[in-house]
Nanobody, 130 residues
Framework: EVQLVESGGGLVQAGDSLRLSCAAS????????IGWFRRAPGKEREKEPE????????????YYANSVKGRFTISSDNAKKTVYLQMNSLKPEDTAVYYC???????????????????WGQGTQVTVSS
């Protein structure tokens, strides 16, 4: 059974950095596309969470949302079966619940759409104060 567990969220000040982790069981990350998504407060009723970074080693591509380019990066440690989201120069508008997700069905398009991802973690809250 595939399980994803995020951690590392918290309350930080604007300008701070934070690293989120997504630990996987039941799969090897290197074989599949991985995405980080977020849902901001007040947008719980919106159908789609925002794609932040999506990466596919097989496709050789990484998608970055315009709002995080130059500030957020994705990395992975296959031995630990963990993917990381490094977030620098955080802004209050980065406040959200962050989710990691994996595409097992090969739907990766490079557009970071939530419906391309099959398994999701439970999310971790990131709050950035001004």
């Amino acid at each position: 059974e595939v399980q994803l567990v995020e951690s590392g969220g918290g309350l930080v000040q604007a300008g701070d950095s934070l690293r989120l982790s997504c630990a996987a069981s039941g799969l090897t990350f290197g074989d599949y596309a991985i995405g980080w998504f977020r849902r901001a407060p007040g947008k719980e009723r919106e159908k789609e969470p925002e794609g932040v970074i999506c990466f596919s080693r097989r496709a050789g591509s990484t998608y970055y949302a315009n709002s995080v380019k130059g500030r957020f990066t994705i990395s992975s440690d296959n031995a630990k079966k963990t993917v990381y989201l490094q977030m620098n120069s955080l802004k209050p508008e980065d406040t959200a619940v962050y989710y990691c997700a994996v595409d097992l069905s090969g739907s990766y398009s490079g557009l970071c759409r939530d419906y391309e991802y099959d398994y999701w973690g439970q999310g971790t809250q990131v709050t950035v104060s001004s």
